[in-house]
């Protein structure tokens, strides 16, 4: 609750241009008068709107009403910050649907700059003996399905990412699944060039992991939701799948189980990849500041 006042009190009047780059309070910032004011948003604070439940456990009592009373000032301010910003721009078409939504905006999207020279195809041919996980070991990774879906096939499952969920994933995996925890750049490019798939059991915003993979030769099994739609064409640079209600390993599994016989094209993946570049990140953003432009309120009717 004291981020807003910190991003408030940051003096800007000497400044004609603002570009924040914003996931919680950094698009309420003040401009100056006459400034024009870019905000990069990778989502709405998530916490504050759809996924309260997902980040604090569901309890009763003083505390949890505290929380809820903090979490709607936070929303009011959110909404009331947002008319300070000339124009939106969302790191995908899922995060420009939520602008829309919680701040009545329009706003251009442009995918995140990826990494993709440090990420490339092996020289030889790779093993694909093993299915990976690239995540934080948070509650709304939803690594447990990947290693619901892994078992269910009997796929060795690697998974790499730390988090305060780890102990809880460490009671429900099996044998065949391996924690690496951090590893290095070099390590991670291996793991990708070599695993039978990149699974991605949550909707994420965006989703760099994936472009990494793809840029590795490596097909992408994912749930078929979010940020992921942006950079997967289901059945060309990998498959995605939906919950059957409840139930989300089967389908995963399923997805997993058929990428073993599916003939992925590493050249056509590597190229997808390609268009997620810093070069191209840096291209768009200039052309929007240079532009100027700001965005327009959203039509609800």
């Known amino acids: 609750p004291l981020f807003p006042a910190a991003i408030e009190a940051f003096d800007l009047s000497g400044f004609d241009l603002v570009v924040s780059t914003s996931h919680c309070v950094a698009k309420g910032v003040i401009p100056g008068p006459g400034a024009y004011h870019l905000c990069y948003c990778h989502t709405p604070m998530r916490y504050a709107w759809d996924q309260e439940h997902t980040y604090f456990p569901r309890r009763t009592g003083a505390l949890a009403r505290l929380r809820g009373l903090i979490l709607s000032w936070l929303r009011v301010w959110d909404v009331a910050s947002a008319p300070r910003v000339d124009r939106f721009v969302a790191n995908s078409t899922f995060v420009a649907r939520r602008i829309r939504r919680f701040y009545g905006r329009e706003a251009a999207v442009l995918a995140p700059p990826v990494a993709i020279d440090r990420f490339t195809p092996p020289g030889e041919t790779p093993r694909r003996d093993f299915a990976l996980v690239v995540a934080a070991l948070a509650p709304y990774k939803r690594v447990e399905v990947a290693i619901a879906a892994c078992a269910k096939l009997h796929l060795p499952l690697r998974i790499v990412g730390t988090g305060p969920e780890r102990e809880r994933l460490d009671r429900l995996a099996g044998a065949g699944t391996t924690f690496l ?102 291209a768009g953003l200039r052309a929007l500041l240079v532009a100027r432009n700001p965005d327009t309120r959203a039509d609800h009717a």
């Open 181 to 282: 925890g951090q590893v290095s750049e070099e390590e991670l490019r291996e793991l990708y060039r070599h695993a039978l798939c990149l699974v991605q059991p949550q909707i994420e915003d965006f989703g760099i992991a994936p472009v990494e993979a793809l840029a590795c030769g490596t097909p992408v099994v994912a749930r078929g939701e979010g940020g992921v739609l942006d950079i997967v064409t289901d059945g060309v640079h990998g498959l995605l799948c939906q919950p059957d209600g409840e139930e989300q390993a089967g389908p995963l599994a399923a997805a997993i189980d058929k990428a073993r016989d599916f003939a992925f094209n590493p050249e056509r993946l590597r190229s997808r990849a390609e268009e997620f570049s810093a070069e191209r990140f840096t």
